[in-house]
């Protein structure tokens, strides 16, 4: 009998055979389907299977949907940050002009100021002194002079030759004074040099000329620049002229005074 039902089976052509076996599956399902499978252990590894295919499915579908968006996401952030990168750059370099503009303003208004700032000699007073005496040796140059407290001099106040500065007053009697000339080792003195006024402090080398310390721009500053006093410290009057840049080394800048100190006679006392 078994053999008669395989033997109608396989008579049959291939299209109704697969008909019968689509037909018999959708009986089976619907079986499934109309059965109550909440009581039965078929029921529950049936739905536990499914439910484990159905979340493997999902997991191998929904994971290239996640890097995409992850990717795209990244992409955005990174171009966000490009984005805010280039403004914060572009506001810098706006700044930096705008900083730029400022600075070059200031220098001008400086220079304006500077040229503005010029004085005449009549607006001071000058004491014609005699040099009655010089001490010179390898570390303290000084002169005395015939000006005193009678006269009204004081310490500190500039001395002058015909051609520029010379030293200043240092102690004071009755009658006469000891100045200490631009060459002493404790000379001090605040200059700008060149038109442009670079800052710097001339200080005395004794026997051998005086030369420029602390000059900011040292790279800018070419022998025969003019030495004047800057004003600066309020010690002397800006604009006197001292010098000349005489020689520049790797380690100094020195400075050929307009004055032959050795040969000087008389002075001015400048009251300021």
Do not use: C, W
């Not at 053999?3 to 037909?23: D, E, H, P, W």
């Amino acid at each position: 009998m078994r053999y008669s039902r395989n033997t109608f089976f396989y008579s049959l052509s291939s299209k109704s055979r697969k008909l019968i076996l689509i037909a018999s599956l959708l009986v089976f399902f619907l079986i499934l389907v109309l059965s109550r499978f909440d009581t039965s252990n078929l029921s529950n590894s049936i739905r536990a299977s499914s439910s484990e295919l159905s979340f493997n499915l999902s997991s191998i579908i929904a994971s290239p949907v996640k890097l995409m968006i992850s990717g795209y996401n990244k992409i955005i952030d990174i171009s966000r940050v490009y984005q805010e990168n280039e403004e914060l750059r572009e506001l810098q370099l706006s700044e930096s002009i705008s900083f730029q503009e400022i600075i070059e303003m200031k220098l001008k208004i400086e220079e304006y100021e500077r040229l503005l700032n010029t004085f005449n000699d009549n607006e001071f007073n000058f004491k014609t002194a005699r040099v009655i005496s010089k001490i010179s040796n390898n570390y303290l140059n000084s002169i005395t002079v015939t000006s005193g407290e009678i006269n009204g001099t004081k310490s500190g106040m500039p001395i002058l030759g015909l051609k520029g500065l010379v030293g200043f007053v240092d102690q004071v009697r009755k009658n006469t004074s000891v100045a200490i000339l631009l060459s002493n080792i404790s000379s001090r003195i605040p200059v700008s040099i060149s038109n442009n006024s670079y800052q710097a402090i001339m200080i005395g080398q004794g026997f051998k000329n005086p030369k420029i310390v602390f000059a900011k721009d040292r790279e800018l500053i070419s022998v025969g620049d003019t030495i004047s006093t800057s004003g600066r410290g309020g010690i002397f009057p800006p604009f006197i002229l001292i010098g000349q840049v005489s020689s520049i080394t790797d380690n100094d800048i020195e400075v050929k005074l307009f004055e032959d100190i050795e040969k000087l006679t008389h002075v001015r006392i400048l009251e300021y």
